[in-house]
Protein backbone atom coordinates (compact mmCIF):
# COMPACT_ATOMS: atom_id res chain seq x y z
CA UNK A 1 0.00 0.00 0.00
CA UNK A 2 1.34 3.53 -0.99
CA UNK A 3 0.99 6.92 0.68
CA UNK A 4 -1.68 9.17 -0.66
CA UNK A 5 0.41 12.27 -1.85
CA UNK A 6 -2.37 14.26 0.19
CA UNK A 7 -4.90 14.34 2.68
CA UNK A 8 -7.84 12.01 2.03
CA UNK A 9 -10.29 14.07 2.32
CA UNK A 10 -8.69 16.89 0.35
CA UNK A 11 -8.63 14.63 -2.70
CA UNK A 12 -11.66 13.55 -2.16
CA UNK A 13 -12.50 17.48 -3.07
CA UNK A 14 -9.87 18.20 -5.24
CA UNK A 15 -11.38 15.21 -7.61
CA UNK A 16 -15.23 16.15 -6.84
CA UNK A 17 -14.12 19.98 -8.27
CA UNK A 18 -12.18 18.57 -11.19
CA UNK A 19 -15.24 16.24 -11.89
CA UNK A 20 -18.05 19.02 -11.36
CA UNK A 21 -15.97 20.85 -13.75
CA UNK A 22 -16.04 17.92 -16.32
CA UNK A 23 -19.38 17.67 -16.13
CA UNK A 24 -19.91 21.20 -16.65
CA UNK A 25 -18.77 20.84 -19.73
CA UNK A 26 -21.18 17.77 -20.82
CA UNK A 27 -23.72 19.81 -20.06
CA UNK A 28 -22.38 22.91 -22.09
CA UNK A 29 -21.75 20.54 -25.08
CA UNK A 30 -24.12 17.32 -24.92
CA UNK A 31 -27.16 19.60 -24.19
CA UNK A 32 -27.85 20.27 -27.45
CA UNK A 33 -28.10 16.12 -28.38
CA UNK A 34 -30.82 16.14 -25.34
CA UNK A 35 -32.68 19.54 -26.67
CA UNK A 36 -30.77 20.94 -29.77
CA UNK A 37 -33.90 19.11 -32.32
CA UNK A 38 -36.79 20.48 -29.79
CA UNK A 39 -35.96 23.50 -29.78
CA UNK A 40 -34.83 24.01 -33.72
CA UNK A 41 -38.03 22.19 -34.80
CA UNK A 42 -39.91 25.22 -32.38
CA UNK A 43 -41.55 22.91 -30.58
CA UNK A 44 -40.54 24.43 -27.36
CA UNK A 45 -38.47 27.21 -26.44
CA UNK A 46 -34.73 27.80 -25.00
CA UNK A 47 -36.04 28.15 -21.47
CA UNK A 48 -38.20 25.80 -21.87
CA UNK A 49 -35.79 23.54 -23.04
CA UNK A 50 -33.35 24.24 -19.78
CA UNK A 51 -36.38 23.39 -17.38
CA UNK A 52 -36.93 19.84 -19.10
CA UNK A 53 -33.37 19.19 -19.27
CA UNK A 54 -32.66 20.13 -15.81
CA UNK A 55 -34.86 17.75 -14.13
CA UNK A 56 -34.99 15.00 -16.65
CA UNK A 57 -31.16 15.21 -17.17
CA UNK A 58 -30.56 14.81 -13.46
CA UNK A 59 -32.96 11.62 -13.02
CA UNK A 60 -31.34 10.30 -15.62
CA UNK A 61 -27.86 10.42 -14.23
CA UNK A 62 -29.38 9.84 -10.50
CA UNK A 63 -30.85 6.84 -11.38
CA UNK A 64 -29.60 5.52 -14.33
CA UNK A 65 -26.32 6.45 -14.60
CA UNK A 66 -24.64 3.71 -12.72
CA UNK A 67 -24.09 0.76 -15.14
CA UNK A 68 -22.09 2.66 -17.61
CA UNK A 69 -19.97 4.74 -14.94
CA UNK A 70 -18.04 1.05 -14.16
CA UNK A 71 -16.79 0.53 -18.33
CA UNK A 72 -15.28 3.81 -18.19
CA UNK A 73 -13.65 3.22 -14.66
CA UNK A 74 -12.40 0.09 -15.30
CA UNK A 75 -12.72 -0.63 -18.83
CA UNK A 76 -10.31 1.41 -20.65
CA UNK A 77 -7.27 0.68 -18.45
CA UNK A 78 -6.52 -2.02 -15.71
CA UNK A 79 -6.40 -0.10 -12.44
CA UNK A 80 -4.37 -2.93 -11.20
CA UNK A 81 -1.68 -2.25 -13.38
CA UNK A 82 -1.14 1.07 -10.53
CA UNK A 83 -1.52 -0.89 -7.58
CA UNK A 84 2.04 0.00 -6.89
CA UNK A 85 1.62 3.83 -8.55
CA UNK A 86 -1.41 4.89 -6.27
CA UNK A 87 -1.11 8.31 -6.91
CA UNK A 88 0.21 7.92 -10.23
CA UNK A 89 -3.09 6.91 -11.32
CA UNK A 90 -5.37 9.59 -9.17
CA UNK A 91 -3.11 12.03 -10.72
CA UNK A 92 -3.80 10.66 -14.10
CA UNK A 93 -7.94 10.66 -13.62
CA UNK A 94 -7.50 14.37 -12.47
CA UNK A 95 -5.75 15.19 -15.32
CA UNK A 96 -7.80 13.01 -17.89
CA UNK A 97 -11.39 15.13 -16.28
CA UNK A 98 -9.37 18.28 -16.36
CA UNK A 99 -8.19 17.59 -19.98
CA UNK A 100 -11.79 16.46 -21.61
CA UNK A 101 -13.25 19.48 -19.84
CA UNK A 102 -11.08 22.01 -21.19
CA UNK A 103 -11.93 20.51 -24.63
CA UNK A 104 -15.82 20.66 -24.39
CA UNK A 105 -15.56 24.15 -22.66
CA UNK A 106 -13.23 25.35 -25.67
CA UNK A 107 -15.60 23.43 -28.00
CA UNK A 108 -19.01 24.11 -26.80
CA UNK A 109 -18.01 27.77 -27.12
CA UNK A 110 -17.27 28.10 -30.53
CA UNK A 111 -20.87 25.67 -30.88
CA UNK A 112 -19.07 22.71 -32.00
CA UNK A 113 -20.80 19.54 -31.26
CA UNK A 114 -18.50 16.89 -30.19
CA UNK A 115 -18.61 13.59 -28.00
CA UNK A 116 -17.93 13.75 -24.14
CA UNK A 117 -17.19 10.30 -24.91
CA UNK A 118 -14.75 10.56 -27.63
CA UNK A 119 -13.19 12.98 -25.42
CA UNK A 120 -12.82 11.03 -21.83
CA UNK A 121 -11.78 8.12 -23.45
CA UNK A 122 -9.04 9.87 -25.62
CA UNK A 123 -8.03 11.53 -22.51
CA UNK A 124 -7.82 8.22 -20.55
CA UNK A 125 -5.59 6.65 -23.23
CA UNK A 126 -3.59 9.72 -23.03
CA UNK A 127 -2.95 8.93 -19.35
CA UNK A 128 -2.01 5.42 -19.92
CA UNK A 129 -0.03 6.27 -23.08
CA UNK A 130 2.17 8.87 -20.80
CA UNK A 131 1.78 6.38 -17.97
CA UNK A 132 2.26 3.11 -18.77
CA UNK A 133 3.00 2.73 -22.64
CA UNK A 134 0.42 1.80 -25.72
CA UNK A 135 0.77 -1.59 -25.01
CA UNK A 136 -0.95 -1.36 -21.60
CA UNK A 137 -4.13 0.61 -23.09
CA UNK A 138 -7.32 -2.00 -22.96
CA UNK A 139 -7.21 -1.68 -26.79
CA UNK A 140 -10.26 -4.07 -26.86
CA UNK A 141 -12.08 -2.51 -24.87
CA UNK A 142 -11.37 0.75 -26.90
CA UNK A 143 -12.03 -0.71 -30.23
CA UNK A 144 -15.67 -2.07 -28.95
CA UNK A 145 -16.55 1.97 -27.75
CA UNK A 146 -14.92 3.39 -31.02
CA UNK A 147 -17.38 0.63 -33.26
CA UNK A 148 -20.07 2.18 -31.17
CA UNK A 149 -19.37 5.38 -32.85
CA UNK A 150 -19.93 3.91 -36.24
CA UNK A 151 -22.84 1.44 -35.29
CA UNK A 152 -24.60 3.68 -33.32
CA UNK A 153 -25.69 6.65 -35.40
CA UNK A 154 -26.47 3.87 -38.12
CA UNK A 155 -29.21 2.33 -35.90
CA UNK A 156 -30.43 5.30 -34.87
CA UNK A 157 -30.44 6.99 -38.09
CA UNK A 158 -32.19 3.95 -40.00
CA UNK A 159 -34.88 3.85 -36.74
CA UNK A 160 -35.70 7.81 -37.36
CA UNK A 161 -35.73 6.97 -41.10
CA UNK A 162 -38.43 4.31 -40.38
CA UNK A 163 -40.28 6.08 -37.59
CA UNK A 164 -40.56 9.45 -39.85
CA UNK A 165 -42.05 7.02 -42.55
CA UNK A 166 -44.44 5.40 -39.86
CA UNK A 167 -45.70 8.84 -38.79
CA UNK A 168 -45.82 10.22 -42.79
CA UNK A 169 -47.97 6.95 -43.31
CA UNK A 170 -49.93 6.55 -40.07
CA UNK A 171 -50.46 10.36 -39.75
CA UNK A 172 -49.18 12.98 -42.47
CA UNK A 173 -50.37 12.17 -45.21
CA UNK A 174 -54.01 10.96 -44.54
CA UNK A 175 -56.74 12.66 -45.49
CA UNK A 176 -57.52 14.05 -41.93
CA UNK A 177 -54.26 14.07 -40.24
CA UNK A 178 -55.19 16.41 -37.09
CA UNK A 179 -57.74 13.67 -36.56
CA UNK A 180 -55.18 10.38 -37.29
CA UNK A 181 -52.84 12.45 -34.76
CA UNK A 182 -55.39 12.35 -31.92
CA UNK A 183 -55.89 8.37 -32.47
CA UNK A 184 -52.02 7.44 -33.38
CA UNK A 185 -49.42 10.08 -30.92
CA UNK A 186 -50.82 8.12 -27.92
CA UNK A 187 -48.90 4.72 -29.72
CA UNK A 188 -45.81 7.06 -30.23
CA UNK A 189 -46.21 8.43 -26.16
CA UNK A 190 -46.61 4.54 -25.29
CA UNK A 191 -43.33 3.70 -26.94
CA UNK A 192 -41.12 6.76 -24.90
CA UNK A 193 -42.71 6.10 -21.86
CA UNK A 194 -42.05 2.02 -21.91
CA UNK A 195 -38.03 2.77 -22.73
CA UNK A 196 -37.77 5.34 -20.17
CA UNK A 197 -39.44 3.34 -17.41
CA UNK A 198 -37.81 -0.33 -18.47
CA UNK A 199 -34.24 1.23 -18.23
CA UNK A 200 -35.43 3.09 -14.40
CA UNK A 201 -36.84 0.31 -12.97
CA UNK A 202 -34.05 -2.29 -13.67
CA UNK A 203 -30.98 -0.16 -13.84
CA UNK A 204 -31.86 3.17 -11.55
CA UNK A 205 -34.28 1.97 -8.50
CA UNK A 206 -31.61 -0.38 -6.82
CA UNK A 207 -29.86 3.06 -6.28
CA UNK A 208 -32.68 3.78 -4.09
CA UNK A 209 -33.51 0.87 -2.51
CA UNK A 210 -35.67 -0.56 -4.68
CA UNK A 211 -34.99 -4.43 -6.02
CA UNK A 212 -38.21 -5.59 -8.01
CA UNK A 213 -39.60 -8.60 -10.15
CA UNK A 214 -39.30 -9.05 -13.58
CA UNK A 215 -43.15 -9.60 -13.02
CA UNK A 216 -43.12 -6.13 -11.28
CA UNK A 217 -40.86 -4.28 -13.59
CA UNK A 218 -43.45 -4.61 -16.43
CA UNK A 219 -46.59 -3.93 -14.49
CA UNK A 220 -44.64 -1.03 -13.72
CA UNK A 221 -43.49 -0.42 -17.43
CA UNK A 222 -47.31 -0.76 -18.37
CA UNK A 223 -49.20 1.25 -16.24
CA UNK A 224 -46.93 4.14 -16.03
CA UNK A 225 -47.24 4.14 -20.55
CA UNK A 226 -50.69 3.18 -20.50
CA UNK A 227 -51.37 6.70 -18.26
CA UNK A 228 -48.50 8.74 -20.23
CA UNK A 229 -50.49 7.87 -23.62
CA UNK A 230 -54.33 8.53 -21.75
CA UNK A 231 -52.87 11.75 -20.65
CA UNK A 232 -52.04 12.34 -24.40
CA UNK A 233 -54.85 11.40 -26.04
CA UNK A 234 -56.88 13.24 -23.72
CA UNK A 235 -54.59 16.82 -24.26
CA UNK A 236 -55.20 16.14 -27.93
CA UNK A 237 -58.38 15.09 -28.08
CA UNK A 238 -59.19 18.39 -25.65
CA UNK A 239 -57.00 20.90 -27.27
CA UNK A 240 -57.95 19.70 -31.18
CA UNK A 241 -59.67 22.81 -31.95
CA UNK A 242 -57.66 24.90 -30.80
CA UNK A 243 -54.34 23.27 -33.01
CA UNK A 244 -53.79 24.28 -36.44
CA UNK A 245 -52.23 21.94 -37.88
CA UNK A 246 -50.80 18.52 -37.48
CA UNK A 247 -47.10 19.58 -36.87
CA UNK A 248 -48.72 21.86 -33.81
CA UNK A 249 -49.83 18.40 -32.54
CA UNK A 250 -46.42 16.59 -33.08
CA UNK A 251 -45.30 19.51 -30.91
CA UNK A 252 -46.58 17.98 -27.90
CA UNK A 253 -45.23 14.68 -28.10
CA UNK A 254 -41.96 16.81 -28.90
CA UNK A 255 -42.25 17.79 -25.13
CA UNK A 256 -42.71 13.74 -23.84
CA UNK A 257 -39.62 12.98 -26.00
CA UNK A 258 -37.39 15.48 -25.16
CA UNK A 259 -37.77 14.26 -21.77
CA UNK A 260 -37.24 10.88 -23.01
CA UNK A 261 -33.86 12.36 -24.80
CA UNK A 262 -32.78 14.27 -21.45
CA UNK A 263 -32.88 11.73 -19.43
CA UNK A 264 -31.11 9.01 -22.23
CA UNK A 265 -28.48 11.57 -22.15
CA UNK A 266 -28.09 11.89 -18.37
CA UNK A 267 -28.30 7.88 -18.14
CA UNK A 268 -25.43 7.73 -20.42
CA UNK A 269 -22.74 10.29 -20.33
CA UNK A 270 -22.87 11.04 -16.55
CA UNK A 271 -20.62 8.53 -16.43
CA UNK A 272 -18.06 10.51 -18.40
CA UNK A 273 -17.76 12.81 -15.49
CA UNK A 274 -18.00 10.55 -12.37
CA UNK A 275 -16.32 7.51 -13.92
CA UNK A 276 -13.01 8.72 -12.96
CA UNK A 277 -14.08 10.03 -9.65
CA UNK A 278 -15.61 6.80 -8.61
CA UNK A 279 -12.01 4.90 -9.41
CA UNK A 280 -10.58 7.89 -6.73
CA UNK A 281 -13.14 7.42 -3.90
CA UNK A 282 -12.61 4.25 -4.08
CA UNK A 283 -9.28 3.96 -3.62
CA UNK A 284 -9.24 7.05 -1.21
CA UNK A 285 -11.98 5.10 0.97
CA UNK A 286 -9.91 1.96 1.29
CA UNK A 287 -6.55 3.85 2.42
CA UNK A 288 -4.86 3.35 -0.92
CA UNK A 289 -5.65 0.32 -1.77
CA UNK A 290 -6.71 -0.34 -5.61
CA UNK A 291 -9.95 -2.59 -5.61
CA UNK A 292 -11.37 -4.58 -8.02
CA UNK A 293 -14.60 -3.55 -7.57
CA UNK A 294 -16.57 -0.57 -5.48
CA UNK A 295 -20.31 0.41 -4.93
CA UNK A 296 -20.51 4.02 -6.40
CA UNK A 297 -21.60 6.53 -3.76
CA UNK A 298 -25.02 8.45 -4.38
CA UNK A 299 -22.66 11.73 -3.89
CA UNK A 300 -21.25 11.11 -6.86
CA UNK A 301 -24.08 10.43 -9.27
CA UNK A 302 -25.51 13.45 -7.09
CA UNK A 303 -22.21 15.97 -8.29
CA UNK A 304 -22.20 15.08 -12.20
CA UNK A 305 -25.89 15.36 -12.53
CA UNK A 306 -25.93 18.98 -11.23
CA UNK A 307 -22.78 19.53 -12.86
CA UNK A 308 -24.67 19.06 -16.23
CA UNK A 309 -27.55 20.99 -15.62
CA UNK A 310 -25.36 24.21 -14.61
CA UNK A 311 -23.28 23.51 -17.84
CA UNK A 312 -26.80 23.30 -19.89
CA UNK A 313 -28.16 26.84 -18.39
CA UNK A 314 -24.79 28.90 -18.87
CA UNK A 315 -23.47 27.54 -22.09
CA UNK A 316 -25.88 25.36 -23.93
CA UNK A 317 -27.33 27.49 -26.30
CA UNK A 318 -24.53 27.54 -28.48
CA UNK A 319 -24.10 24.10 -29.83
CA UNK A 320 -27.71 23.75 -29.40
CA UNK A 321 -28.33 26.23 -32.47
CA UNK A 322 -25.45 23.98 -34.60
CA UNK A 323 -27.34 20.98 -33.86
CA UNK A 324 -30.90 21.84 -33.69
CA UNK A 325 -31.14 24.28 -37.05
CA UNK A 326 -27.20 23.47 -39.46
CA UNK A 327 -27.96 20.17 -40.24
CA UNK A 328 -31.50 20.32 -41.99
CA UNK A 329 -34.79 22.05 -41.17
CA UNK A 330 -35.95 19.81 -38.48
CA UNK A 331 -40.38 20.15 -37.74
CA UNK A 332 -41.45 18.53 -34.34
CA UNK A 333 -42.49 15.41 -36.62
CA UNK A 334 -38.76 15.06 -37.36
CA UNK A 335 -37.54 16.05 -34.57
CA UNK A 336 -39.65 13.75 -32.51
CA UNK A 337 -38.52 10.72 -35.01
CA UNK A 338 -34.74 11.76 -34.60
CA UNK A 339 -35.41 12.19 -30.83
CA UNK A 340 -36.87 8.91 -30.42
CA UNK A 341 -34.56 6.46 -32.05
CA UNK A 342 -32.16 8.77 -30.69
CA UNK A 343 -32.95 7.79 -26.76
CA UNK A 344 -34.14 4.41 -27.34
CA UNK A 345 -30.24 3.21 -28.82
CA UNK A 346 -28.84 5.33 -25.99
CA UNK A 347 -30.91 3.89 -22.86
CA UNK A 348 -30.36 0.40 -24.85
CA UNK A 349 -26.52 0.64 -24.47
CA UNK A 350 -27.07 2.42 -21.26
CA UNK A 351 -28.74 -0.57 -19.65
CA UNK A 352 -26.16 -2.79 -21.49
CA UNK A 353 -23.27 -0.75 -19.56
CA UNK A 354 -22.01 0.52 -22.92
CA UNK A 355 -20.73 3.89 -23.39
CA UNK A 356 -21.89 5.37 -26.58
CA UNK A 357 -21.46 8.92 -27.63
CA UNK A 358 -24.79 10.37 -27.39
CA UNK A 359 -23.49 12.85 -30.00
CA UNK A 360 -22.91 10.78 -32.98
CA UNK A 361 -26.18 9.11 -32.20
CA UNK A 362 -28.14 12.06 -32.27
CA UNK A 363 -26.96 13.38 -35.75
CA UNK A 364 -27.20 9.93 -36.81
CA UNK A 365 -31.19 10.41 -36.16
CA UNK A 366 -31.17 13.61 -37.74
CA UNK A 367 -29.46 12.96 -40.69
CA UNK A 368 -31.63 9.35 -40.88
CA UNK A 369 -34.77 11.71 -40.73
CA UNK A 370 -33.29 14.14 -43.61
CA UNK A 371 -32.79 11.28 -45.63
CA UNK A 372 -36.28 10.40 -45.78
CA UNK A 373 -37.34 13.73 -46.93
CA UNK A 374 -34.75 13.67 -49.72
CA UNK A 375 -30.86 14.04 -49.67
CA UNK A 376 -30.89 17.64 -50.94
CA UNK A 377 -32.64 18.49 -47.24
CA UNK A 378 -29.07 18.11 -45.85
CA UNK A 379 -26.32 20.32 -45.32
CA UNK A 380 -23.75 18.48 -46.23
CA UNK A 381 -20.93 20.95 -45.45
CA UNK A 382 -22.13 21.26 -41.94
CA UNK A 383 -22.37 17.82 -41.53
CA UNK A 384 -18.69 17.40 -42.81
CA UNK A 385 -17.86 20.15 -39.83
CA UNK A 386 -19.12 17.97 -37.76
CA UNK A 387 -17.62 14.88 -38.51
CA UNK A 388 -14.36 17.07 -38.50
CA UNK A 389 -14.66 17.88 -35.04
CA UNK A 390 -15.17 14.23 -34.22
CA UNK A 391 -11.73 13.35 -35.77
CA UNK A 392 -9.53 15.67 -34.11
CA UNK A 393 -11.35 15.47 -30.40
CA UNK A 394 -9.37 11.93 -29.55
CA UNK A 395 -6.05 13.51 -30.08
CA UNK A 396 -6.82 16.41 -28.30
CA UNK A 397 -8.37 14.93 -25.48
CA UNK A 398 -5.17 12.31 -25.30
CA UNK A 399 -2.66 15.59 -26.23
CA UNK A 400 -4.24 17.62 -23.39
CA UNK A 401 -4.32 15.13 -20.49
CA UNK A 402 -0.91 14.36 -20.65
CA UNK A 403 -0.02 18.76 -20.94
CA UNK A 404 -2.04 18.41 -17.36
CA UNK A 405 -0.51 15.28 -15.94
CA UNK A 406 3.10 16.71 -16.02
CA UNK A 407 1.53 20.03 -14.38
CA UNK A 408 0.15 18.05 -11.54
CA UNK A 409 2.51 15.58 -11.13
CA UNK A 410 5.24 18.94 -11.05
CA UNK A 411 2.41 20.80 -8.67
CA UNK A 412 2.59 17.52 -5.96
CA UNK A 413 5.45 16.60 -6.32
CA UNK A 414 4.49 13.06 -7.70
Not at 51 to 77: M, Q, W
Not at 153 to 160: D, E
Amino acid sequence: MENLFLDPALIIIIAAVVGFFMAYGIGANDVANAMGTSVGSKAITLKQAVIIAAIFEFLGAYFAGGEVTSTIRKGIVDPFLYTNDVNIFIIGMLSSLLAAGFWLIIASSRGWPVSTTHSIVGAIVGFVLISKGASNVSWGTVGNIASSWITSPVISGLMAFLLYLSAKYLILDRENPKQAAIYFIPFYSFFVSAVICLVTARKGLKHVGINWTDNEIYLFTIGISIAVSILTFVFLFVQSKNIRNVENQFGILMVVTACAMAFAHGSNDVANAIGPIAAIVSIVSSDGTIQSSSELNSWVLLLGAVGIVAGLAIMGRHVIKTVGEKITTLTPSLGFSANMATASTVLAASYLGFPISTTHTLVGGVIGVGLARGYEHLDISSIKRIFASWIITIPVGATFTILFYVILRLIFNV
